[in-house]
């Protein structure tokens, strides 16, 4: 992985630049030592080197049965539960997954990360139609998106293969000692994995919560784990910009902040880094997002969204700077053919491969974004893999735990995602906020 920040500089300032790195220095040993804010949710720093392999024998195995008896397999949650899985899985699988012929991989399906009735009578729909299993993921179980998909979920399957049948290809992934899906999996017999006390929704990805799915999908997760590993090493030896990646993006997203860019926009260039967007967008505004601080992360598709958001970037107001995420190697091959006619006057791209034209977009559209006062930052990659996946999740997990110490923020609590939650109980009339209904009820007349 290489970091260019090289198109970031003059609009950052060097000395910016230099205050964060030297700041970073007792940042990161602080985070290192565990001794900075929300210590006690920093065990995700130690999984891809301290997991027990008896952990991941187990989750191959059940993946493999899963495999064996599933046409489809559904994951219940949201935020963390799901986001990581679903990046990885997406970046990976073929793009046209379900029509490949003779496909041998379980289509993986996503349930409780929305409430529309519409989705999720069509995800019934199909059940129906399948053999299915499922992993439902939740700490507490009593989340409400994800317990109102599993409570609808729960009844179809034990519906379609009996009780004993339906708790068989039930996994729940939760708390070790408490909450209602833990004991709700004891009372069924539910096979279970464990959330671990300190590692947060978000963190999650390389415990049980994404492996389990990313392994029924069919990929490789040591690869993964190994990936992870190779990038811990490097962030946890080095506080040197120049050693250790995390420290770079954290001091040059920072610095950038503090210039007047309050926005950053992670941009990619491939359809299948859609959902890593996603993740990385959960990551950095969950993280940060406190006491009115913090960088606002957006994500766009490009060249897609340059036929849209692409004018506003161009020419809009200047508040924001782009993070490109650049995949140097494609994993197939396809090129322009050549028309005797060149009617669209494109022989001029004949024998070109498509990932050649596509980074030729890429960097005439950094150079133009520069020259219209966006800063850019470019982390790339030789391809996409699971080793180069494991390591952009943990490099982004570090960078944000280090940016959010330089914020002066806790980046592992999230106290503003309990807003809305008691508002939609007291809407929804849930025993205890009934009073609290009436108010919010008399405010939207």
């Given at each position: 992985m290489?970091?260019?920040?090289?198109k970031?500089?003059?609009?950052?300032?060097?000395e910016?630049?230099r205050q964060?790195?030297?700041?970073?220095k007792?940042?990161?040993?602080?985070?290192?030592?565990?001794?900075?804010?929300?210590?006690?949710?920093?065990g995700?720093?130690?999984l891809?080197?301290?997991?027990?392999p008896?952990?991941?024998?187990?989750?191959?195995s059940?993946a493999?049965?899963i495999?064996?008896?599933?046409?489809?397999?559904?994951?219940?949650?949201?935020?963390?539960?799901?986001?990581?899985?679903?990046?990885?899985?997406?970046?990976?699988?073929?793009p046209?997954?379900?029509?490949?012929?003779?496909?041998?991989?379980?289509?993986?399906?996503?349930a409780?990360?929305?409430?529309?009735?519409?989705?999720?009578a069509?995800l019934?729909?199909?059940?129906?139609?399948?053999?299915?299993?499922?992993?439902?993921i939740?700490?507490?179980g009593t989340?409400?998106?994800?317990?109102?998909?599993?409570?609808?979920?729960?009844a179809h399957?034990e519906?379609?293969y009996?009780?004993?049948e339906a708790?068989?290809?039930?996994i729940?992934?939760?708390?070790?000692?408490?909450g209602?899906?833990?004991?709700?999996?004891?009372?069924?017999?539910y096979s279970?994995?464990?959330?671990?006390?300190d590692?947060?929704?978000r963190?999650?990805v390389?415990?049980?919560?994404?492996?389990?799915p990313?392994?029924?999908?069919?990929?490789?997760?040591?690869?993964?784990i190994?990936?992870?590993?190779t990038?811990?090493?490097?962030?946890l030896?080095s506080?040197?910009?120049?050693?250790?990646?995390a420290?770079?993006?954290a001091?040059?997203?920072n610095a950038?902040?503090?210039s007047?860019?309050?926005?950053?926009?992670?941009?990619?260039?491939?359809?299948?880094l859609?959902y890593f967007?996603e993740?990385?967008?959960?990551l950095?505004?969950?993280s940060?997002?406190?006491e009115?601080?913090?960088?606002?992360?957006?994500g766009?598709s490009?060249?897609?969204?340059?036929h849209?958001m692409?004018?506003?970037?161009?020419?809009?107001?200047?508040?924001?700077?782009?993070?490109?995420?650049?995949?140097e190697?494609?994993?197939?091959?396809?090129?322009?053919?050549?028309l005797?006619?060149?009617?669209?006057?494109?022989?001029?791209?004949a024998?070109?491969?498509?990932?050649?034209?596509?980074?030729?977009?890429e960097?005439g559209?950094?150079?133009?974004?520069?020259?219209?006062?966006?800063?850019?930052i470019?982390?790339?990659?030789?391809?996409?893999?699971?080793?180069?996946?494991?390591?952009?999740?943990?490099?982004?997990?570090?960078?944000?735990?280090?940016?959010?110490y330089?914020l002066g923020?806790n980046?592992?609590?999230?106290p503003?995602?309990?807003?809305?939650?008691?508002?939609m109980?007291?809407?929804?009339?849930?025993?205890?906020f009934?009073?609290e209904?009436?108010?919010?009820?008399?405010?939207?007349?």
């Amino acid at each position: 992985m290489n970091i260019d920040i090289s198109k970031a500089i003059s609009f950052a300032g060097v000395e910016r630049i230099r205050q964060n790195e030297t700041e970073l220095k007792s940042l990161h040993k602080a985070l290192v030592n565990g001794t900075g804010k929300g210590n006690d949710f920093l065990g995700w720093m130690k999984l891809p080197a301290e997991s027990e392999p008896a952990i991941f024998k187990r989750i191959k195995s059940d993946a493999e049965k899963i495999r064996a008896q599933s046409n489809v397999f559904v994951v219940i949650g949201i935020g963390g539960s799901y986001l990581g899985a679903r990046a990885v899985i997406d970046c990976l699988s073929h793009p046209f997954l379900p029509l490949v012929p003779g496909r041998q991989d379980p289509v993986i399906l996503y349930a409780g990360e929305n409430l529309s009735e519409d989705y999720h009578a069509g995800l019934m729909e199909i059940l129906e139609q399948y053999d299915y299993s499922v992993a439902v993921i939740s700490k507490s179980g009593t989340t409400t998106e994800p317990a109102i998909a599993f409570r609808i979920i729960k009844a179809h399957i034990e519906k379609k293969y009996g009780k004993k049948e339906a708790a068989e290809r039930i996994i729940a992934i939760t708390d070790a000692h408490r909450g209602a899906l833990k004991k709700l999996a004891v009372e069924e017999g539910y096979s279970t994995y464990i959330i671990p006390d300190d590692v947060g929704g978000r963190y999650s990805v390389l415990t049980s919560v994404g492996l389990l799915p990313i392994a029924v999908a069919g990929f490789d997760i040591d690869k993964l784990i190994g990936g992870a590993n190779t990038m811990r090493e490097k962030c946890l030896s080095s506080a040197d910009p120049e050693k250790n990646p995390a420290i770079r993006y954290a001091a040059i997203r920072n610095a950038l902040y503090q210039s007047g860019k309050p926005v950053e926009i992670l941009v990619n260039y491939l359809p299948n880094l859609y959902y890593f967007t996603e993740w990385w967008k959960q990551l950095y505004g969950e993280s940060e997002g406190k006491e009115n601080k913090g960088i606002f992360p957006a994500g766009v598709s490009f060249t897609t969204d340059l036929h849209s958001m692409g004018q506003y970037i161009q020419d809009g107001t200047r508040l924001m700077f782009e993070t490109i995420l650049s995949v140097e190697n494609s994993g197939k091959e396809l090129r322009v053919p050549f028309l005797e006619k060149d009617s669209d006057g494109l022989n001029f791209l004949a024998g070109k491969r498509l990932t050649e034209i596509n980074h030729m977009a890429e960097m005439g559209t950094l150079l133009a974004h520069v020259d219209g006062g966006v800063p850019n930052i470019r982390i790339s990659v030789t391809e996409l893999n699971e080793e180069t996946l494991g390591a952009l999740i943990y490099f982004f997990e570090f960078a944000c735990a280090l940016s959010g110490y330089l914020l002066g923020v806790n980046p592992f609590d999230q106290p503003g995602v309990e807003a809305y939650k008691k508002n939609m109980f007291a809407l929804i009339g849930k025993p205890g906020f009934e009073e609290e209904g009436k108010k919010l009820r008399e405010r939207l007349k």
